[in-house]
């Protein structure tokens, strides 16, 4: 974190300022009226997904449940109680009041404990998140923004009396509350679009979508034993393909006098059956699909950084883009955006992948997909998938990987940093259908999922614009303007 003013010259800029209308208004530090407690670092070992005490992380201050537990000793200081007014500090500064049971304070999570019968704890809530937003657009960073306990104390809050403070919540509470049902009805709209996009997926890949296509076009369909063997020769004709240019490599490298890395040789790895368990547990799939592993129907790779460390700056600076997981996350479908670049050496390390690779990441964020927009290179964090081009269209894998995206954050352990290896996207299980099916249902679902994200934008707006509202009415309330004086 870099702060370059203090709380109270960044709040005398004047984006919140305190005296304005209301002079007989004192101003107070934060720890003058509160104790800011600084969370634990609780062992990740202890981590559980199933027992323990839940373990609440900057990700879960403002739910009512949490991803972890904690099954390791604590001290029974960093418990929380239903109501407990949190601070993340790491990225936007939230305040938030814990709205589940009894739990764990994780580090870089803070809370705020009200200790001046001064200052009503209701108007401590209401006036935080503002002064915390004035010290995140003046804090700087590379990556995340970080804020400290003794930012939180030196913010320099107002202090009207207490007689006054409860006339401006009366105000407040009056003006915000039709405010807060608008916008608990879009967030739940939101939510319930989501549930819907997975519902569709779901169905996608159950055959249920593109029943009429198959009733037009029966005469297409294939049996279970016909894709299977369509699959095998498939395989077998990319290699034999494929071949030539690697002897044509090696006899290359052998004419230059051995020098550098010799070429990889080319291994065909078998088809892999699924077991006939393994099929009793699936559910039923329709005339014309077939259950195959992901590894049969594409090569998959993980991207490649070999240098240590990572970040040396001699690897940077070229022409080849170089891309991490926040990139992949951050796309729209395609990347068209990077912020890095290898040079030479840094692609002698790396590997350039070429554009419209679909990338799958499987540390950080599990299972997020993009194609590349350009040739680029990434990490050992991201997998690229090459579909084998007259088996499987590239977008239908990319939708099985968002249909089945929860199931495979599942595999990832429950560590610090979650992750996955190339194994659990080799040994995914998809259904497979004729090509022209295959296009049929990611047309039919790419229609859906562009209104849904249609209409997510125009949710996202509105509670953008209902959250310019609610700071328009806490800058007055907090200005003295609010209420006559």
């Known amino acids: ?3 370059g003013l203090s709380p109270l010259e960044i709040v005398n800029k004047g984006k919140y300022p305190l005296l304005s209308k209301a002079e007989h208004w004192e101003r107070v530090n934060l720890s003058e009226i509160a104790d800011v407690q600084n969370g634990f670092a609780f062992k990740s070992k202890c981590f559980s997904d199933t027992r323990g005490i839940p373990l609440v992380r ?22 929380l109680k239903n109501g407990d007014l949190l601070v993340g500090m790491d990225g936007d500064f939230l305040a938030s009041k814990w709205r589940g049971n009894k739990a764990l304070l994780n580090q870089r999570v803070c809370r705020i404990k009200p200790k001046s019968p001064f200052y009503d704890e209701r ?30 104390e030196d913010l320099p809050l107002p202090l009207p009396p207490v007689f006054e403070q409860r006339r401006i919540l009366a105000k407040v ?13 879009l967030t739940l709209a939101r939510k319930q679009l989501n549930v819907y996009r997975q519902a569709v997926l779901k169905q996608a890949f159950e055959g249920k979508l593109t029943a009429k296509w198959r009733e037009e076009n029966a005469d297409q369909l294939e049996s279970a034993d016909e894709i299977s ?48 368990e393994e099929l009793g547990v699936l559910p039923k799939q329709p005339k014309g699909h077939l259950y195959t592993y992901l590894s049969n129907i594409g090569d ?49 390390q790396s590997f350039l992948w070429p554009k419209g690779t679909l990338c799958i990441t499987i540390a950080a964020n599990i299972a997020e997909t993009a194609f590349l927009g350009f040739d680029a290179c990434f990490p050992d964090s991201v997998v690229g998938f090459t579909a084998s081009p007259n088996l499987v269209l590239p977008e239908y894998v990319e939708l099985f990987i968002k249909a089945i995206r929860v199931r495979i954050e599942e595999y990832a352990p429950a ?44 949710i996202e707006r509105a509670l953008r614009q209902s959250e310019l509202l609610r700071q328009s009415i806490l800058k007055k309330a907090f200005s003295g303007e609010l209420v006559p004086q």
């Open 58 to 79: 900057i990700r879960d201050i403002t739910k009512d449940s949490t991803e972890h537990n904690y099954t390791g000793e604590f001290s029974k200081d960093y418990l």
């Open 173 to 185: 509470e009056e003006l915000l509350s039709d405010l807060d049902k608008a916008s608990e009805s």
């Open 229 to 276: 063997e369509h699959i095998m020769q498939e395989r077998e004709a990319q290699y034999e393909e494929r071949l030539p240019y690697w002897e044509q490599a090696v006899q290359l490298w052998k004419s230059n006098g051995s020098k550098g890395r010799k070429p990889t040789r080319l291994k065909q790895k078998p088809f892999a059956e699924i077991s006939s």
């Open 123 to 152: 108007f401590l809530f209401l006036v935080l998140q503002p002064y915390l937003n004035a010290v995140n657009e003046e804090t700087s960073s590379v990556t995340v923004k970080h804020l400290s306990s003794k930012t939180i």
């Open 300 to 348: 998959l790779g993980r991207g490649k950084s070999k240098h240590r460390p990572r970040n040396d700056p001699k690897l940077f600076g070229g022409q080849y883009p170089f891309l991490q997981t926040a990139e992949v996350k951050a796309a729209d479908r395609i990347i068209k955006e990077y912020n890095q670049t290898y040079n030479d050496v840094g692609l002698d």
């Open 415 to 458: 560590t610090a940093q979650k992750n996955i290896n190339l194994t659990t996207l080799e040994n995914l299980v998809i259904p497979i259908c004729s090509l022209g099916e295959q296009t049929a249902l990611v047309d039919c679902v790419e229609r859906v999922l562009s209104n849904i994200t249609e209409n997510e934008k125009e």
């Open 1 to 3: 974190m870099a702060l």
